[in-house]
């Protein structure tokens, strides 16, 4: 039997980019201003786990992340470019944000702009069955189409390109999914490794 993951339950389920043991040595070519950056930006991305091994909400990371390093300018807006950056690709679209200027976007609030997937090619084909073991996101929808569907679980395997990366993963859905559906599901966790 392949293993399904709900479409709201993906944020617990996604794997994400180890943070690599030795982060001086990804530093070595920043200023100043950038290493602390991208240093606490790091320790953010630490906060992503409880010590039992559990995973918190956005919310909670940045809830956390206030309270240990106060003074440092930490809001919601700011955590969550964090957080997008790291499930992408990890510490390198993490690096490529620190390296551009915050972006404003409330009155002394800032934040780092995240990566956007520019798709290249998509491909959505329909199969009858998946593979024992193999991880498939069921997208629910709150829309009558989904609930009104003679089948809500359509299956399909989807390969996109984009500018991050090859992405493949299994979907199942009540039509054929566009990309604005899919955009999400291209990750860390579903990135074809080259």
């Avoid at 690709?89 to 997937?117: D, N, R």
């Avoid at 991050?164 to 009540?174: R, T």
Wanted: glycine share 8%; proline share 5%; with cysteine.
């Amino acid at each position: 039997m392949p293993r399904i993951i709900k479409s709201y339950n993906f944020w617990h389920a996604q794997r994400l980019q180890p943070i690599p043991e030795n982060v001086d040595e990804l530093v070595g070519g920043l200023t100043v201003k950038q290493q602390s950056d991208f240093r606490l930006a790091i320790e953010i991305v630490r906060l992503l786990h409880r010590d039992d091994g559990s995973r918190r909400t956005i919310h909670g990371v940045n809830q956390v992340a206030q309270k240990r390093f106060p003074g440092r300018g930490i809001w919601i807006g700011l955590t969550e470019s964090i957080v997008y950056c790291w499930r992408m690709t990890g510490w390198i679209s993490l690096m490529g944000a620190v390296l551009k200027p915050k972006v404003e976007l409330l009155k002394g609030q800032f934040c780092y702009e995240h990566p956007h997937h520019v798709l290249q090619s998509l491909a959505v084909v329909a199969v009858e069955k998946f593979v024992d073991g193999e991880e498939v996101i069921q997208i629910t929808a709150p829309s009558a189409e989904f609930y009104t569907s003679e089948n809500p679980d359509n299956r399909f395997r989807v390969a996109a390109e984009t500018d991050q990366g090859k992405y493949k993963f299994g979907v199942m859905f009540a039509r054929v999914p566009e990309w604005g559906e899919l955009q999400r599901y291209c990750c860390w966790h579903t990135r074809l490794v080259e």
